[in-house]
């Protein structure tokens, strides 16, 4: 903790702070971390939940503790000279048990107090020009999560009373940010019609899973239902995904897509697309806790394709910015205003947004770079020096952990060429590369990239394939540096590895 007995002009008063976070996440962490370290500076992280936000808990953490068993049991299966692979379910749930802490944020809490930021439990609430209220979290104050019901379920770790950094749940307080607040609340999940009263599983309950359906629907065709769907079906579960659009993956290069789809299918979920829900019944609702089936058997009205009856539906239709109860009010800001930008435009000079809150990219990895960036800037301001240039245009990797995994960045060749970029793709088999090969028998896949004709720099590149997550960020480089793809050729891969692609896309 910051030592609060100098009296120097940025020494802290019980309620004074230079940076107040709202949101405990990884964005919020990196946001307030970059502004005060190296310096005297204070910052207090403001949180209802658990300390380490949903990716620690809940979404990436144990969704890949979860597939990657999965993974190494199905290339065991298409290995020669490997033989006995299985899955065990409960050591499989226990390796999650542990990836989360057992929902125990202790951890995330003490990284806090090392970084010297005080972690305030409650609900954040903005009440004027720099200011925050602090309610208790059992206030019934609007919670920025309301939307998704299973949010919180499985409670804070508990306070225990003797640690500054876990703060006082007790009584509300009002703190107020010398130089900045940071709203930081992430996402909810979206819960549509017909499933509202139905109290379904959500990627909570998906990552948090303790009961394994017979039965499950899998509503949406994005990363969480994909993946959700693979370990589902590894676990034993009947799996139904139901897909309103054409293709799994949209935001993908059709043949990503296409690829999740057939191996989804080679898994034994039953994929189907352009299939809405028109109606969902369940007679007996239960609140049953995380990740427990939540009652009776779901009865399913299709379009096309009759009635489907399940003993559980995940809903997996997208997440939208959690901005209720947030006090955004208070100083006359719209939540639009929070749409796409970190600071500036409607905002005040003090107020910041990182994360899933401003609706740029619901991703971990991209909450903690616009905290990073946002925690220097602040800090820039604070000290009066120059401040940091502000990229523009900067690609959003992302990968899909499937089998087979699916990793891209930057531009597909559809937004390359509605951006009205004159472009070349370049295609390769994932296993001309010898190294491709060597990881499955049965290894298969494609790789792209999208290739600007004018100033020849990649635009945009897409793997399918075993392990192609490790390829993704030498695309994410050439992207940044816009480096020519003539000049890739000088960049030699080892041999025999499945980076050799690159020389099959460039050097045919």
Known sequence: MPDTSNTSANAPTADEFDVVVIGAGPAGENAADF?????????????????????????????????????????????????????????????????????????????????????????GRITGDRTVSVEPADSG??????????????????????????????????????????IATGSTAVIPD???????????DATGIVEVPDRIAVIGGGVVACEAATWLAALGATVTLLVRGNRLLAAAEPFAGDAVADGLRAAGVDVRLDTAVRAAAREEVADTGLGKVHGGPVELTLDPGGNLTVDEVLVATGRRPATAGIGLETIGVDEKALHGRTTGGELPGWLYTVGDVNGVAPLTHWGKYQGRQVGRLIAARADGGPEPGQPHH??????????????????TEQQANDAGASVRILRAAYTSAAGAGLLRDDAAGTAQLVVDNDSGVLLGATFVGPDVAELLHAATIAIVGKVPVEALRDAVPSYPTASEVWLRLIDP
């Open 35 to 123: 502004a005060i370290r190296g310096s005297d500076r204070t910052a207090a992280i403001v949180e209802t939940e658990l300390i380490g936000g949903e990716c620690s808990y809940y979404a990436c953490m144990p969704s890949k503790a979860l597939l990657r068993p999965v993974d190494v049991v199905h290339t065991a299966e298409h290995l020669g000279g490997v033989t006995g692979a299985r899955l065990d379910r409960a050591a499989l749930l226990a390796r999650r048990d542990d990836w989360v802490s057992h929902y125990d944020d202790s951890g995330q809490a003490h990284w806090a107090e090392q970084a010297g930021i005080t972690v305030l439990r409650g609900r």
């Open 141 to 182: 104050a609007g919670d920025p999560h309301d939307g998704d019901p299973h949010d919180g379920e499985s409670g804070d770790s508990g306070d225990d009373g003797d640690s500054a950094a876990r703060g006082d749940r007790r009584a509300a307080r009002t703190v107020r940010a010398r130089q900045a607040v940071v």
């Open 194 to 204: 017909p499933f509202t009263d139905l109290n379904p599983w959500t990627s909570r």
């Open 394 to 411: 900067v690609p959003v990797p992302q990968v899909v952990f499937t089998d087979p995994q699916v990793a891209w960045v930057g531009q």
